[in-house]
């Protein structure tokens, strides 16, 4: 007997909770955020898995990639405990608890910057905190963090790593890093904290703009100096969140990329080719400029109570010069290899973005 959720078995919350029927049952997933970018893809590789996938929304989120009738909406209220102890209880009473728990949740541009820290910290210390008084700590609590909460300021060109302390210069890396130093806090409580650098592909709208403008034939870039950047194919990524879940060390955090350092030049060539285009001019903005056109850009968007991709936050992302960042210890300890590089990642975003008109 099949429910409508393609293929579960029918069982009684009594029965199905019990030791004997556990070890046969699917194991429960909870995503987070999961109406976003990333959040979309997480949830479609926990349906191939085979995991019951529980998607955590809210009433306004976005469905346009979570259509499966497998998946499970949940409706969390992070921002009163109150609320999200009384909705966690009524969950695990009917379907008992998530063995894990990938914590996607996240804002990365706003308006306001207290935001970052009310929905990146605060709804997190919520959740955690909540899970663990009502005695539903999952076996792995995967959190999504950034490398942006690990840049250290001006070190060179070496590679960003374990050893460093963090320094990170934007309100969206200080309220990560926060994040995961509450985690760290919290003895016992098996959590991985990923930190991807730069993550792109198909329904990914930063990069998209990026790549917009290499259409047109223009490429800017930010400041003469010399900047190294790196990245991470969506699909590699949630590779990695997966492999943290079976491998992952508790109370450890992972640098997560290809495995390759590029050039501005690099991105520019690899994205006009796929294009096809033979002609991109390539136009050097100095940092003070970059620095007011951000800030104008977050003013306008500010008035209008909208969110600007161009901020005071992103201008000192654009003006970063090393993005490198050792990626050995998800090497070792989760048996991480990126399947793309940036050559092929781009060309099957690309691909995407053409089949779907949005270039």
């Known amino acids: 007997m ?30 987070t955020g999961a109406g976003g970018f990333i959040g979309g893809f997480i949830v479609a590789e926990a349906l191939k898995r085979g995991y019951e996938t529980y998607a955590g929304v809210r009433h306004s989120t976005n469905m346009q990639f979570l259509q499966d009738e497998r998946i499970r909406p949940v409706y969390l209220t992070y921002r009163d405990k109150h609320k999200l102890k009384d909705e966690i209880e009524a969950f695990t009473r009917e379907h008992g608890k998530w063995d894990y728990i990938i914590h996607n949740l996240g804002l990365t541009k706003t308006s306001d910057k207290k935001r970052f820290d009310e929905i990146n910290f605060e709804y997190m210390k919520n959740f955690v905190d909540t899970i663990i008084s009502t005695g539903n700590t999952p076996e792995k609590f995967i959190y999504m ?7 250290t300021g001006d070190k060179g060109y070496d590679p960003i790593n374990d050893k460093d302390t963090p320094c990170p210069e934007t309100a969206y890396g200080r309220s990560k890093l926060r994040s995961e ?81 590029y ?18 001019l390539s136009v050097t903005v100095p940092e003070a400029l970059c620095r007011f056109v951000c800030a104008k850009a977050e003013d306008i968007a500010k ?17 970063q010069h090393n993005w490198a960042c050792d990626t050995s210890r998800a090497e070792e300890e989760l048996g991480f290899f990126a399947d793309y590089n940036l050559e092929q990642g781009i060309d099957e975003a690309v691909t995407w973005y053409e089949e779907n008109g949005w270039i």
Request: hydrophobic share 35%.
């Open 2 to 31: 099949e429910n409508r959720h393609g293929g579960f078995p029918v069982t009684t919350p009594q029965d199905a909770y019990s030791p004997r029927r556990r070890k046969y049952m699917s194991k429960k997933i909870l995503i």
């Open 145 to 151: 963090s950034s490398l942006s909460a690990w840049t």
């Open 181 to 261: 130093l509450y985690l760290r806090s919290l003895a016992g409580f098996p959590y991985v904290a990923m930190r991807p650098t730069g993550v792109y592909g198909p329904h990914e709208k930063d990069y998209l703009m990026m790549i917009k403008m290499i259409n047109k034939g223009i490429d800017i870039a930010v400041g003469k100096k010399r900047k190294v950047y790196t990245f991470i194919y969506v699909k590699d990524l949630v590779k990695a969140i997966y492999l943290a879940i079976e491998r992952g060390i508790a109370g450890h955090g992972y640098f997560i990329a290809d495995g390759n350092t």
């Open 263 to 280: 050039s501005q030049r690099d991105f520019r060539k690899i994205v006009a080719a796929r294009l096809g285009k033979k002609h991109v």
């Open 303 to 319: 008035k209008h109570h909208e969110a600007s991709t161009l901020n005071r936050d992103k201008y000192y992302i654009l003006k």
